[in-house]
């Protein structure tokens, strides 16, 4: 199988986050987002913070925002905000929305779950967060040198919570069903791990993805997609208990995120370039 760009468009800022809900949300360093429909026609604008976002998440309808100018942001998918969401302190750098819950990790090794917009629990896995993902009741974060496992229980208690496990590993990082993706600790071999506590979260596989560092990792069904310093997005297979390489293309500049759907990647570039790229 091969890769092929589909659409592609440009803005005038470096865009640095990005998110999917039925339309394609980039955050750029100039505080601003910007939302594009799937064939990356340009849709609403709007300034969210005075500096660069540094997380990006989108889901219900909503679209949320965190910089370091103070908490985490809710807007509709127009542009409106909706609500401040109160903060731990340190800058947030992960947001996730599961169900109705969004999951928001900060530099001082803080989760905060929040429903409704109004904090629900908080957790404190004394590292900084530079991913996160949710396998309930599993949580993982990562930073760069190891995963950490939690069994976390929001609806019976807002603060505690046990330790599981620990791996070595580094964001970027997903849960994708069964399994378990994470970048090795020099940032550039993917792991793949089964993600049970009945195996210790066994590591099944281990594959170099890029002489570069990975920036960007995106699942959708059994594929997973990589993209980082180098300027290539790979896609990979998880079949059975093992990663295959199912399509390269070189975009030719670093690629500072990315997400896929069934039919698309959406994947932003250093320079201000957008594209989607399909499977041919």
Not at 57 to 83: C, F, H, M, P, Y
Not at 160 to 168: A, D, G, L, S
């Given at each position: 199988m091969?890769?092929?760009?589909?659409a592609?468009t440009?803005?005038d800022s470096?865009?640095c986050?990005?998110?999917?809900d039925?339309?394609?949300?980039?955050?750029?360093?100039d505080?601003s987002?910007r939302?594009?429909?799937?064939?990356?026609?340009?849709?609403?604008?709007?300034?969210a913070h005075a500096?660069?976002i540094?997380?990006?998440a989108a889901?219900?309808g909503n679209?949320?925002?965190?910089?370091?100018d103070g908490?985490?942001?809710v807007w509709?998918t127009?542009?409106?905000k909706?609500?401040?969401?109160?903060?731990?302190?340190?800058?947030v750098?992960v947001?996730?929305?599961?169900g109705k819950?969004?999951?928001?990790?900060?530099?001082?090794g803080n989760?905060l779950v929040y429903?409704?917009?109004?904090?629900?629990a908080?957790?404190n896995?004394?590292?900084e967060?530079k991913d996160?993902d949710?396998?309930?009741p599993?949580?993982?974060?990562?930073?760069?040198?190891?995963?950490?496992?939690?069994?976390?229980k929001?609806?019976?208690?807002?603060?505690?919570?046990?330790?599981?496990?620990?791996?070595?590993g580094?964001?970027p990082?997903r849960?994708?069903?069964k399994?378990?993706?994470?970048?090795?600790r020099?940032?550039?071999?993917?792991?793949?791990?089964?993600?049970?506590?009945?195996?210790?979260?066994?590591?099944?596989?281990?594959v170099k993805?890029?002489?570069?560092?990975?920036?960007?990792l995106?699942?959708?069904?059994d594929?997973a997609?990589?993209g980082?310093?180098?300027g290539?997005?790979r896609?990979?297979?998880m079949a059975?208990?093992?990663?295959e390489?199912a399509?390269?293309?070189?975009l030719?500049?670093c690629?500072?995120?990315?997400?896929i759907t069934?039919?698309?990647?959406?994947?932003?570039?250093?320079?201000?370039?957008?594209?989607?790229v399909?499977v041919v």
């Amino acid at each position: 199988m091969s890769l092929k760009i589909e659409a592609e468009t440009k803005i005038d800022s470096e865009p640095c986050v990005a998110a999917w809900d039925n339309k394609f949300f980039v955050g750029s360093e100039d505080g601003s987002i910007r939302s594009f429909d799937a064939t990356l026609v340009p849709s609403a604008s709007w300034s969210a913070h005075a500096v660069q976002i540094f997380a990006l998440a989108a889901g219900n309808g909503n679209v949320l925002s965190a910089s370091n100018d103070g908490g985490v942001r809710v807007w509709s998918t127009e542009g409106q905000k909706i609500a401040d969401l109160p903060s731990a302190g340190p800058d947030v750098g992960v947001l996730r929305v599961y169900g109705k819950a969004i999951y928001a990790g900060d530099e001082g090794g803080n989760v905060l779950v929040y429903e409704n917009n109004v904090e629900k629990a908080r957790y404190n896995v004394l590292e900084e967060i530079k991913d996160l993902d949710l396998s309930p009741p599993f949580m993982f974060t990562v930073r760069d040198l190891d995963v950490t496992v939690t069994e976390i229980k929001p609806d019976e208690s807002k603060s505690r919570f046990v330790t599981r496990h620990t791996m070595e590993g580094r964001a970027p990082l997903r849960v994708a069903g069964k399994r378990l993706l994470c970048m090795a600790r020099g940032g550039n071999n993917l792991r793949l791990h089964d993600a049970s506590v009945d195996t210790t979260f066994k590591m099944l596989h281990e594959v170099k993805v890029s002489d570069m560092i990975i920036t960007s990792l995106s699942v959708c069904g059994d594929y997973a997609w990589t993209g980082g310093w180098d300027g290539c997005v790979r896609r990979w297979k998880m079949a059975e208990d093992r990663l295959e390489p199912a399509g390269e293309l070189n975009l030719g500049a670093c690629i500072n995120a990315l997400h896929i759907t069934p039919d698309s990647a959406y994947i932003v570039l250093s320079g201000g370039r957008i594209v989607s790229v399909k499977v041919v």
